[in-house]
């Protein structure tokens, strides 16, 4: 049941209206931001502060070499199908991990090393991880388990500036940083392709402008790969040619919004990794909610906290936080499952067992001695 239930889980990527979730980092000489939308058909979730010396593992039914782990770091996460199962987050080292959908994701054969999910990876990452290079070092230790049919890459960032994507190509780990990463940004197609693509432009040294102001401008056509290649080129020309007047908070909502599909993009985030705050929108797009990392308590025996991403409000918005109990995880689980299996998205029916042992997984976890 937990195999079917994996997969059902990430194939929902699949099923997207447009594929144009983005990803991409900022800096100026004195902070560094990471921006992400996140763009599906359902908008529930919530963010959760996770905490640090919790007993972890890998949640696998289909093989035996599990990945298991204690936390080192708290961060905070934006979830959809429960706690421990995040989109994305930023651990109190300043490390940033988001992921997105990528057809050409090829996972590793099984071999000798440890085995995880796909959206547990990056629980695993903002966990033990403070780097860019430790989370590429990982990758000798640790493989995303291959009987995911469906595949998601990541763009990841640290407190150092340091920024690299990860995608799995061929059954093997593939990664860009440093020189090889002209432009920190990520959508939905390779970073090879959609860097060969930009690369017809003024952005990156061609000879052309681009001649569309955001993606509402854009003539969709039937190439999937052509549309999500301008909604690079769309984020990429907003982060060079953005007005130097705003500050980089407001430059990376900037760039969010000129990527913004109304009805779609669930929700937009902007991680400030300088001074540990995050600020996000949910779907109204009406206001900027701020998390500050140094009102959380990330100590094992703290209560962990909740929020609902959609019914958020500026106001107060440590107030709006309910300690983490196992109904409210369930809820949030019932939500994404059922609406995807009632509208006939998820072609099969997950049982109400496999559902509810997804929904308890939390619950296994403990402490560490």
Same mark, same amino acid.
């Given at each position: /049941? ?13 099923? =997207?209206? +447009? ?17 992400? $939308?996140?763009?599906? $058909?359902?908008?529930? !979730? ?42 994305? !987050? ?60 469906? !595949? ?12 690299? #994507? ?5 059954? &093997? ?6 020189? *090889? ?16 693509? @930009? ?5 990156? !040294? ?7 102001? $955001? ?24 982060? /060079? ?6 500050? @980089? ?13 109304? $009805?779609?993009?669930?929700?937009? #985030? ?10 996000? &929108? ?20 703290? *209560? #962990? ?27 949030? +689980? ?28 939390? *619950? =296994? ?5």
């Amino acid at each position: /049941m937990k195999k079917l239930l994996l997969i059902c889980l990430l194939g929902l990527f699949a099923i =997207t209206l +447009v594929d144009a979730c983005t990803t991409f980092v900022l800096n100026d000489s004195a902070d560094l931001v990471y921006g992400r $939308n996140f763009d599906f $058909n359902i908008g529930n !979730g919530f963010i959760v502060n996770n905490q640090r010396g919790i007993s972890k593992y890998a949640f696998i039914a289909s093989e035996t070499n599990l990945m298991t782990w204690t936390s080192k770091f708290g961060s905070i996460t934006f979830n959809q199908f429960g706690k421990e199962f995040p989109y994305g !987050g930023m651990n109190e080292k300043g490390l940033v991990i988001a992921q997105m959908y990528l057809s050409q994701t090829k996972y590793p054969e099984i071999d000798d090393r440890r085995v995880i999910s796909p959206l547990q990876w990056i629980q695993y990452q903002l966990d033990v991880s403070s780097s860019v290079e430790e989370v590429i070092a990982s990758d000798s230790i640790l493989r995303i388990s291959n009987e995911v049919p469906v !595949g998601i890459h990541f763009l990841v960032c640290d407190s150092k500036g340091k920024t690299a #994507t990860v995608e799995f190509i061929d059954g &093997k780990m593939v990664y860009h940083k440093d020189e *090889e990463l002209p432009v920190p940004l990520l959508t939905n197609n390779t970073y090879d392709e959609s860097i060969s693509y @930009l690369q017809h432009f003024d952005v990156l !040294g061609g000879e052309k402008a681009i001649p569309w102001g $955001n993606i509402h401008d854009i003539e969709w056509t039937n190439n999937n790969t052509l549309s999500v290649n301008k909604v690079f080129a769309t984020a990429a020309n907003t982060m /060079m040619k953005s007005q130097e007047s705003l500050t @980089l908070i407001n430059k990376a909502f900037d760039v969010l919004q000129s990527v913004t599909i109304n $009805n779609h993009t669930k929700w937009s #985030t902007v991680f400030d990794v300088t001074n540990k705050l995050i600020y996000f &929108k949910n779907e109204s797009h009406e206001e900027i909610i701020t998390l500050d990392f140094n009102d959380f308590d990330f100590e094992s025996e703290q *209560e #962990t906290k909740i929020l609902d991403i959609q019914t958020a409000t500026s106001d107060n918005v440590m107030n709006q936080f309910d300690n983490y109990s196992l109904d409210i995880n369930r809820e949030y +689980v019932l939500k994404a499952f059922i609406p995807l299996m009632e509208s006939g998205f998820i072609s099969v029916k997950i049982p109400d067992a496999a559902i509810e042992a997804h929904a308890r997984f939390p *619950e =296994t976890l403990k402490r560490a001695e």
